[in-house]
């Protein structure tokens, strides 16, 4: 058997050329972007919510690898599982077996979604939207999904074809015959569905984009709508799911709302390994799977596999065990609470918005002639440019890793891990209070850094 493979002599002789590797073998545009705004960090360990440099240095993780790292990094309860899952040396993958550890992460899956019954596992939460967009025309026998304005429920094809973003779609076409309504707008659906071709809507219960929650009441005249004319609701949960939101779904927020489909990801995989999972109501599994002949109508290579299921499982055993939810929900509430106390404050502080631990923090136009020309002159250039200058000096300054909530958005939406406490609290706070502090001051390094991102605005039209 070879031993010669060496991780570690591999990383300490090459992991210096990562920036170089990069844009020589993969997309040439991202460290050309890190190395323009000053996110060209090196980053040698990480745990909880918290990275270090070289240095020694700590940075504060607001952003989570975009929801990822629900419970942090290194979880020592999730590598343990992975540690005992790997040396059990599993029959994994056969095809043609039932392994126990699918069966048991679905069973504890469903206990916190008491309304549905059956789960299918893939690799991502692009792929747990495929399967539903699927499994909602199959079971309908209709060919047309609804989604809302601005969402963003992944980047395949299928899943691109209900992503409510321009930007993501161009260039891309044709994709599926699909329809968008505006997030709360009950008229516009109800227009959709007596055309009678609706398979289902499909819905961010917050959309993640912007940070825009639907409105009060919404998602449950949606689903009393979308049964009428006997189509489907999709939760797409994939980023506000476990625990986000300050409540296991953001879709329980709502009393009565029992979503036929739901998508799941990201945080599932305690930050290792790739999952997705699509759970549904029995009826629709057995119309997907309807015979012997169609069993294998919907799989995916590595979905259910071992190291994942084991993720999932440990994942879930420490959101019960250490009432993740709860610690989402009370230290969100205080976080977003002080951040909107400082909308009085600042005038170029237009909002705070959010749920739990996904919070949207929006700049809007000043009021005062000094700060609105240079408002002005910023969304002249390129529409999100004070919040790119907002995001940049959290990290050099203050070493706090956050980011834009979207394109041409005005919106800092944070999504820490699930752990983060008070202490974590004080330190974004106080940074944003200095960061905001300079910008109101009318002058500094934040302004001289917004020349800057305008040129290269300019410059990429």
């Known amino acids: 058997m070879s031993t010669e493979f060496d991780l570690g002599a591999l990383l300490a002789e090459r992991g210096g050329e990562r920036y170089e590797l990069h844009g020589k073998y993969l997309n040439h ?8 705004i000053g996110f060209d960090k090196v980053y040698e360990r990480a745990e909880g919510a918290h990275f270090w440099d070289a240095d020694g240095n700590d940075y504060l993780d607001m952003l989570a690898g975009f929801g990822v790292m629900g419970l942090g990094r290194h979880h020592p309860v999730v590598r ?19 392994q126990p550890l699918p069966g048991l992460l679905a069973e504890r899956l469903l206990a916190h979604s008491p309304h549905l019954d059956r789960v299918f596992f893939g690799n991502s939460g692009t792929e747990s939207v495929e399967t539903a967009l699927k499994f909602a025309r199959f079971a309908t026998g209709r060919p047309r999904v609804l989604y809302c304005d601005h969402a963003f429920h992944g980047l395949t094809t299928g899943s691109l074809s209900v992503n409510g973003e321009d930007g993501f779609r161009d260039g891309f076409a044709p994709l599926l015959p699909d329809t968008a309504v505006p997030l709360g707008d009950l008229d516009a659906l109800a227009r959709e569905l007596k055309k009678g071709d609706v398979a289902a809507l499909i819905v961010e219960p917050i959309q993640g984009k912007g940070v825009h929650e639907a409105p009060p009441g919404y998602l449950r005249a949606a689903q009393e709508l979308l049964h009428r004319h006997k189509a489907l609701l999709i939760a797409d949960e994939v980023q506000t799911g476990l625990g986000r939101t300050g409540d296991f779904y953001a879709y329980q927020h709502e009393e009565g709302v029992e979503p036929d489909l739901v998508c799941v990801a990201k945080a599932l995989s305690g930050g290792y390994v790739p999952v997705g999972a699509t759970l549904g109501r029995d009826w629709i599994f057995k119309k997907v799977y309807s015979s012997m002949d169609r069993v294998l109508v919907h799989s995916a290579s590595f979905g259910a596999n071992a190291q994942a299921m084991a993720a999932g499982l440990a994942v879930l055993s420490v959101m019960e065990n250490d009432q993740i939810v709860a610690n989402s929900r009370a230290v969100g509430e205080q976080l977003k609470s002080r951040l909107a106390a400082l909308t009085d404050k600042y005038e170029l502080l237009a909002d705070v918005r959010g749920r739990g631990l996904m919070i949207g923090i929006e700049f809007g136009r000043p009021s005062s002639l000094k700060l609105r020309s240079r408002w002005t002159m910023l969304q002249a250039a390129r529409k999100g440019l004070f919040a790119q200058m907002v995001v940049v000096p959290l990290l050099q300054r203050h070493r706090i890793l956050t980011q834009v909530s979207g394109d041409h958005l005005e919106v800092i939406k944070l999504i820490p891990p699930l752990i983060v406490d008070e202490t974590d609290v004080d330190r974004f706070v106080d940074a944003f209070t200095d960061v905001m502090d300079d910008a109101h001051s009318g002058g500094g390094l934040m302004w001289d850094f917004g020349k800057t ?4 605005a300019v410059a990429n039209r």
């Open 29 to 36: 545009q991202l460290p050309r972007m890190l190395h323009t």
């Open 453 to 456: 991102l305008i040129k290269q």
């Open 80 to 98: 343990k599982a992975l540690h005992d899952v790997l040396d059990a040396q599993l029959a994994d993958l056969t095809r043609f077996d039932c």
